[in-house]
C-alpha cells in the first residue's frame, strides 16, 4: 500500500505525550475520581442516616416540572397502592447507581447538598419498627417532593383493585358481604330443610356473614393490619 492507514489512538498518544504533562494529567484524575468519590460516599450516608430540613434549597427554574408532586398526591398514591412514604433511612433495599448519578448531577446544576430524602414503597422494602418498585424523592419545601429516581419492577397491574378493600372499613365490610353471598350460593338447597325458602337463602347468608367477617376481624387483630389511610406514613410494622 502507498499511504498506511492512520490509526487514531496512536495519534491521540501521540499528541498527549507531545503537549501533555503525564504527571500533572495522573494527578488530575486522581484528585478527580477521589473527588467523586467523596461525593458519593457523603450521599449514601445522607440517604442511609435519612437526616436532614424538610426543604432543599432547590432553583426554580432547573426543576422538571413534571418531578414536581405535593404531599396529598403522593398519599392518595400510597393509599391506593398500599405503600408506604418514610424517611430513606427505613429503606432495606439497594439504592441503585443511576440514582446515586442523578442525586450528583442534581447536586452540581443547583449547588447544593441533597438531604431528607424519602421513598415510597412498599411495606416489605422497609427496616419497619415493632409497634417491587422505589421512588426516591427529595423535599422542596411546604409539602412539595421532587421525585428523582425510580427502579425496580412495576407493581402489579391488579394491585390497586387487591388493596381495594384495605382503603378503608366500609371497603371491607362490602368485601365481607359480597363474599358472603356468593358463598350462600355454594351451599346446596334444602341442606338445613326439604323445602328451600328465601328466608332459609338469608339465615344462611347471615350465617356466613359472621364467619368470614369474624376470620377477617381475628386475621386483623392478630396480624396487627390496619388499614392504608393509617398506615401510608408511618414507620411501625403494627401501626
Not at 503537549?19 to 467523596?38: E, T, W
Not at 439497594?94 to 415510597?120: C, T
Request: include cysteine; charged fraction near 25%.
Amino acid at each position: 500500500m502507498l499511504f498506511e492507514q492512520t490509526n487514531l489512538e496512536n495519534k491521540l498518544f501521540k499528541l498527549r505525550e507531545k503537549k501533555g504533562n503525564q504527571a500533572q494529567i495522573l494527578r488530575d484524575v486522581s484528585d478527580l475520581l477521589k473527588s467523586a468519590g467523596i461525593q458519593d460516599n457523603r450521599i449514601q450516608k445522607n440517604i442511609k442516616i435519612g437526616k436532614g430540613s424538610d426543604y432543599n434549597n432547590f432553583t426554580f427554574d432547573l426543576l422538571e416540572t413534571d418531578n414536581i408532586y405535593h404531599i396529598d398526591q403522593i398519599k392518595e398514591l400510597c393509599i391506593d397502592y398500599r405503600l408506604r412514604f418514610l424517611n430513606s433511612k427505613y429503606f432495606k433495599g439497594k439504592i441503585p447507581e443511576e440514582a446515586i448519578a442523578k442525586i450528583k448531577d442534581l447536586e452540581n446544576m443547583h449547588d447544593i447538598e441533597l438531604k431528607g430524602f424519602k421513598i415510597v414503597a412498599p411495606s416489605k422494602l422497609f427496616k419497619l419498627e415493632d409497634k417491587d418498585d422505589p421512588l426516591l424523592f427529595a423535599p422542596i419545601g411546604n409539602e412539595y417532593f421532587y421525585l428523582i429516581h425510580k427502579w425496580g419492577n412495576d407493581l402489579h397491574p391488579l394491585r390497586k383493585l387487591l388493596m381495594w378493600p384495605f382503603k378503608g372499613i366500609i371497603n371491607l365490610t362490602a368485601l365481607v358481604f359480597v363474599i358472603s353471598y356468593f358463598a350462600t350460593l355454594l351451599v346446596p338447597e334444602g341442606l338445613f330443610s326439604k323445602s328451600s325458602s328465601t328466608a332459609e337463602f338469608w339465615i344462611v347468608y347471615f350465617f356466613m356473614f359472621k364467619c368470614i367477617a369474624s376470620v377477617v376481624i381475628f386475621y386483623g387483630f392478630a396480624l396487627g393490619k390496619n388499614f392504608n389511610p393509617a398506615i401510608w406514613n408511618s414507620k411501625y410494622f403494627n401501626a
